[in-house]
């Protein structure tokens, strides 16, 4: 059974920092690309960042580029998302997703190409 747990979310002002992480179990997490994706109320579900499976290339929206960092350890099937110079913007339900390398495609943008999806963590930055 699949398994993406996501941790780390919280209340922190605007400028603030925080680190999110996503433990995933029930996969090879290795050959999975992970990805980080939030959803603000009312808006639908945008791409943040993803981890490439081995390549360990990166790719990020433009909205967070030079701002969030995604990383991923493999000896610990884990995979964060760091997050500086927070903004209100920023605020919104936080989801870790992942889909095997052999069916993912190079839209890693697309929600419902992926494969797995954890609970959500919520990050809320205030002004």
């Known amino acids: 059974q699949v398994q993406l747990v996501e941790s780390g979310g919280g209340l922190v002002q605007a400028g603030g920092s925080l680190r999110l992480s996503c433990a995933a179990s029930?996969?090879?997490?290795?050959?999975?690309?992970m990805a980080w994706f939030r959803q603000a109320p009312g808006k639908e579900r945008e791409f943040v960042a993803v981890g490439k499976w081995r390549s360990l290339s990166t790719a990020y929206a433009d909205s967070v580029k030079g701002r969030f960092t995604i990383s991923r350890d493999n000896a610990k099937n884990t995979v964060y998302l760091q997050m500086n110079s927070l903004k209100p913007e920023d605020t919104g339900l936080y989801y870790c997703?992942?889909?095997?390398?052999?069916?993912?495609?190079?839209?890693?943008?697309?929600?419902?190409?992926?494969?797995?999806w954890g609970q959500g963590t919520q990050v809320t930055v205030s002004s």
């Open positions: 997703a992942a889909v095997w390398y052999a069916t993912a495609t190079a839209r890693v943008d697309v929600p419902n190409l992926y494969r797995y």
């Open positions: 029930g996969v090879t997490f290795s050959t999975y690309n």
